[in-house]
């Protein structure tokens, strides 16, 4: 257990450069940003020189760049995001009230693109070249062609338009349906919580196109990639002498064929996490998704660029943090590999 | 020579698909260098009276909310977003091969900079970075190039670094060196080419993706504006009519990217198969 622990500590350490890099770019990216942003906070359109000028030194504008970075990494630090012009609140309080949504449905999303992906890829792995295989590689094959907005939006015409069967493809549970208490903001855990089972039901109706949308994007990848190492796997030479200790199909496949064939596909989960968060911009635009993403999209199209680097920011950390675990992972599940 | 083509017509023969890719690829390219004059309809005169007919003889695709032929439409913005797509893979592989290629050949100072900056760029959800790029930058068009090249530029310093490194210390590189070149033009005129045929297929396949990409950023409103005819935005256009069924606003061009991103696809699986005969798979 302690060599887990030292092992996050030094691939934190590690991960730290990058930060501090995504950070230098973040505020760059703010310097770069078209407008003034003195101006933006000076009380209207007509606002004199003098005040604007008043504010520029209060904001730090007129100080060096880097004493601004400073003040800039000083102000991260203490959680102060800057505020947002559209909703007049605190960017950290937006975002970590709309971030439990774009959560549940990168992970739902997630987890359905596993379920699928895995016993797909090694079924097709067992049985290659056999119908189910070609099938499986040109669903891969198609998958990563189509554009999430496009398959979104078509899953929204047949399975609301023409069936009927998924509910209105707007927010994140029916206006009509009691919202649970929040506790975690996690919809369904809230309702579970609460035992309000029918709330329950609307979330969960709610989640399902826009996360199988995202699934579909990235089944292909998960679903190659589990062929490619099981069929590698199943060749070696445990396998072989796992079946000729005699034991059963199931067990050589399932335990030891497939903890060996699952390390590739852990790798590929940080690229995969990412997709989805780029992902996640696109379906939260087409299902009205009130997570960070949309957020950050109102205020980028409507100039409030405090969001827009808050959500940027917020984005990288999360992928930095998901690299970190997908390491220790892989740690877990491969004892053989130390990473320093 | 002629065993290269055998190679390549065998290839082809066992794996049709990269032949219709192939094609695929040429029609594309076809309808982009054409699109205008061989599109039936005007694609941004509007037509309110023929609004949202769907798909017939006379208008193949329907019509949009402003009674605009899609497939005309569809067809011209093919010239825009492989001109988009295009520009930004020749952009960051051009930036991308020679910074890798001097870095993998010098190491040293210089790959470990180089190194940190790609390090910083993938510690970023890539297509949350364009889409950061492209606010900071500007709401315009060549914003979605650069944006989408920098974003593509990691893979091909990181591939043309690793390929020129473990080239760098080779009989012929030192012959190139010992027979009077600079540093300068061994990278560029020995060690440049020799890396090139791996990297055509990271180019096939990148294609497809900046396709995405580029169409991605202009569904969300940035870039391209309303009326150019561009698959992305016309996607997010036609986005309002679908909950009232109007599948074809949505349908076809999301089909042409999808043609378009597919055809790139199999077109680089298939030049693999014929560069690289170890990694078929």
Redesign the interface.
């Known amino acids: 257990m302690r060599g887990i622990a030292g092992r996050a500590g030094r691939r934190f350490l590690s991960?730290l450069?990058?930060?501090l890099?995504?950070l230098v770019?973040?505020f760059l990216?703010m310097r770069?940003?078209?407008g003034d942003p003195a101006i933006f906070f000076a009380s209207g359109p007509n606002a004199g020189q003098a005040e604007i000028e008043d504010i520029r030194r209060r904001m730090g504008l007129d100080k060096p760049v880097p004493e601004q970075l400073l003040l800039y990494l000083r102000d991260v630090a203490t959680g102060n995001l800057g505020r947002s012009m559209t909703t007049g609140q605190p960017v950290l309080n937006d975002l970590r009230g709309r971030l439990p949504a774009s959560l549940e449905l990168t992970f739902c999303a997630l987890l359905i693109a596993l379920v699928l992906a895995v016993p797909l890829g090694i079924l097709a792995a067992l049985r290659p070249g056999s119908l189910l295989d070609h099938g499986v590689r040109m669903l891969c094959?198609?998958g990563?062609?189509?554009?999430?907005?496009?398959s979104g939006?078509?899953l929204?015409?047949v399975l609301?338009?023409?069936l009927g069967i998924a509910p209105?493809?707007t927010g994140r549970i029916d206006i009509f349906a009691s919202q649970p208490p929040t506790v975690t903001g996690f919809l369904l855990v809230d309702a579970a919580l609460a035992g309000d089972w029918e709330a329950w039901w609307a979330a969960a109706s709610q989640l399902v196109l826009p996360a199988c949308t995202m699934a579909l994007f990235v089944l292909a990848p998960l679903a190659r990639m589990t062929r490619?190492s099981m069929l590698a796997v199943l060749t070696s030479d445990f396998v072989r002498t796992g079946e000729a200790l005699g034991l059963s199909r199931r067990r050589v496949i399932l335990v030891y064929a497939l903890r060996n064939a699952l390390l590739p596909v852990i790798t590929i989960m940080g690229i995969v996490?990412?997709?989805m968060?780029?992902?996640n911009?696109?379906v939260e635009?087409?299902f009205s998704w009130p997570g960070v993403a949309s957020y950050?999209?109102d205020a980028?199209?409507s100039s409030d660029?405090a969001p827009?680097?808050g959500?940027?920011l917020l984005?990288?950390s999360i992928?930095?943090l998901v690299n970190l675990v997908v390491d220790l992972l892989y740690g877990l599940a491969d004892p053989r590999v130390s990473i320093g | 020579m002629s065993a290269t083509l055998r190679h390549v017509g065998w290839v082809l023969r066992g794996n049709p698909v990269t032949l219709l890719a192939g094609c695929g690829c040429g029609l594309m390219v076809l309808a982009a260098l054409l699109g205008p004059w061989i599109a039936p309809y005007d694609p941004v005169a509007s037509n309110v009276p023929l609004a949202l007919q769907p798909p017939s003889a006379a208008h193949w695709f329907g019509t949009d909310q402003l009674g605009r032929d899609v497939f005309s439409r569809v067809l011209v913005a093919a010239r825009l977003d492989l001109a988009i797509a295009a520009s930004a893979v020749s952009l960051s592989f051009l930036i991308g091969a020679t910074v890798g290629s001097f870095c993998g050949y010098a190491g040293g100072r210089l790959d470990a900079w180089v190194g940190?900056?790609v390090?910083?760029l993938?510690?970023?959800?890539?297509?949350?970075?364009a889409?950061?790029?492209v606010?900071?930058?500007?709401n315009r068009v060549e914003n979605i190039i650069y944006a989408t090249a920098i974003i593509n530029l990691p893979f091909y310093i990181r591939f043309s670094r690793a390929e020129v490194n473990i080239r760098r210390n080779l009989g012929w590189v030192e012959a190139a060196r010992a027979s009077g070149n600079s540093h300068v033009e061994v990278v560029l005129r020995f060690l440049l080419p020799n890396v090139l045929p791996a990297m055509a297929v990271q180019i096939s396949l990148n294609l497809?993706w900046a396709i995405?990409n580029a169409?991605?950023l202009s569904?969300?409103?940035?870039g391209v504006r309303p009326p150019t005819p561009e698959w992305?935005i016309m996607?997010?256009e036609?986005?309002r009519f679908?909950?009232?069924?109007k599948?074809w606003l949505?349908?076809c061009p999301?089909a042409a990217?999808?043609f378009a991103?597919?055809c790139f696809?199999?077109l680089g699986d298939g030049l693999r198969d014929i560069l690289d005969p170890r990694m078929r798979?």
């Open positions: 991960s450069p990058a930060l890099g995504v770019f973040t990216l770069v940003l078209p094959t198609l990563v062609c189509v554009p999430t907005f496009v939006l078509l929204i015409y609301y338009y023409l209105d493809p490619a996490f990412s997709t968060l780029g992902a911009v696109l635009k087409v950050a999209l980028l199209l660029y827009v680097q959500f940027v984005m990288a992928f930095v | 940190r900056f390090d910083v993938m510690a970023f959800p890539l297509f949350v970075l889409m950061a790029m606010a900071a930058l500007g497809g995405l169409a991605g569904f969300l409103g940035l992305g996607v997010a036609g986005a679908i909950t009232t069924g599948w949505v349908a999301g990217l999808m991103v597919l696809n199999l798979t």
